[in-house]
């Protein structure tokens, strides 16, 4: 089955500094790959996600890229700033039309971020 | 995301007992999804569920159980079974798979053994 690895698994910048987390996935089939931003205690939303036929995908500061020969995708967070600290998580899906087919998502084991003031 | 409502926000379970975790969704999604939380370890599935009447084991469902009689409710059934229940339990839903369908998140539940 699919495997995602996430590194690292911590992460401290100093604020205005860029963060950048990798994944990498096993499965070549896996076509949809979001992020998500959990504070401590809540519940991960949703920050950005993209879609195997395209290679970056961006809003505001920030950005994903994906390489799928490589089967490998990063976030990128520029301008850092103390409220993105949080744990981040990348996930990897297959998503298809067929019933069945997709809709699992498999994390990695998640990134701490720090942003210093 | 204020339409998937988790309860109870903390759950204590004895020795042999067995606890149910109940999360609905007023959203009008069709699948629902349970996720393990533990510190260093990421989100695991634990069942899923892409219509009413069926459900998948995940990854993890060794000691648990779901049932879904209804599209706004997947609650989820921790057993004596599982011998290590302690974690974060979060329930997940989202449309009809196709594109641009994204997985939202209750609050999340706090499971302790006593």
């Known amino acids: 089955g699919e495997n995602v690895e996430q590194h690292p698994s911590t992460l401290s910048v100093q604020e205005g500094d860029s963060a950048v987390i990798k994944c990498t996935y096993s499965d070549s089939a896996s076509n949809y790959f979001p992020w998500y931003k959990q504070e401590l205690g809540k519940r991960p939303q949703l920050i950005i996600d993209i879609r195997s036929n395209v290679g970056e995908k961006k809003d505001q500061r920030i950005a994903v890229t994906l390489n799928k020969t490589a089967k490998h995708f990063s976030l990128h967070i520029t301008e850092t700033q103390p409220e993105d600290s949080a744990v981040y998580f990348c996930?990897?899906?297959?998503?298809?039309?067929?019933?069945?087919?997709?809709?699992?998502?498999?994390f990695g084991q998640g990134t701490e971020l720090s942003v210093k003031p | 995301d204020g339409g998937i409502t988790q309860s109870p926000k903390y759950l204590f379970r004895k020795e042999g007992q067995n606890v149910t975790l109940s999360c609905e969704q007023n959203l009008n999604h069709d699948a629902m999804y349970w996720y393990r939380q533990d510190p260093g370890q990421g989100l695991r599935l634990i069942y899923y569920s892409q219509i009413v009447n069926d459900f998948q084991k995940g990854d993890i469902a060794e000691g648990y159980s779901v049932s879904r009689e209804k599209k706004e409710s997947f609650p989820l059934t921790v057993t004596s079974a599982q011998k290590n229940p302690t974690a974060f339990y979060l329930c997940a839903s989202r449309r009809k798979q196709g594109l641009d369908q994204p997985q939202h998140f209750g609050d999340g539940t706090r499971l302790s053994i006593l």
């Open positions: 996930a990897a899906s297959q998503e298809g039309l067929i019933y069945n087919q997709g809709g699992k998502l498999i």
